[in-house]
């Protein structure tokens, strides 16, 4: 079964910054789409932003584009989301998620939970002053 844990949320300022890790055991990360989503009380999960396989190209939503960034390091299996100029309407438990789904756009989409198979925990991101 593959397994996904996040990691790296926390308590920061309006403004600050954070990153978030997600490490994979029984698989290999570059061979999945990754996702990352997040949801916030009374709220719906959302995405937030995503990478393919292999070539790693990314997708932004509107509300992240410019101040999040998705990366990898395939050689610690392991997938990152970079948060600057947090806010506090980006407080939300986030969660990171794979797929092997393979879109006709050649980028990976977040639109769809249903594409991603497996999920993390989450981990809770709080931003406030």
């Known amino acids: 079964q593959l397994q996904l844990v996040e990691s790296g949320g926390g308590l920061v300022q309006p403004g600050g910054s954070l990153r978030l890790s997600c490490a994979a055991s029984?698989?290999?990360?570059?061979?999945?789409?990754i996702g990352w989503f997040r949801q916030a009380p009374g709220k719906e999960r959302e995405g937030v932003s995503c990478?393919?396989?292999?070539?790693?190209?990314?997708y932004y939503s509107d509300s992240v584009k410019g101040r999040f960034t998705i990366s990898r390091d395939n050689a610690k299996n392991t997938v990152y989301l970079q948060m600057n100029s947090l806010k506090p309407e980006d407080t939300a438990v986030y969660f990171c998620?794979?797929?092997?789904?393979?879109?006709?756009?050649?980028?990976?989409?977040?639109?769809?939970?249903?594409?991603?198979?497996?999920w993390g925990q989450g981990t809770q991101v709080t931003v406030s002053s």
């Open positions: 029984r698989f290999t990360l570059n061979n999945y789409a």
């Open positions: 998620a794979a797929g092997r789904r393979v879109w006709n756009t050649n980028i990976c989409s977040i639109s769809d939970r249903d594409d991603y198979t497996s």
């Open positions: 990478s393919n396989s292999g070539d790693g190209r990314a």
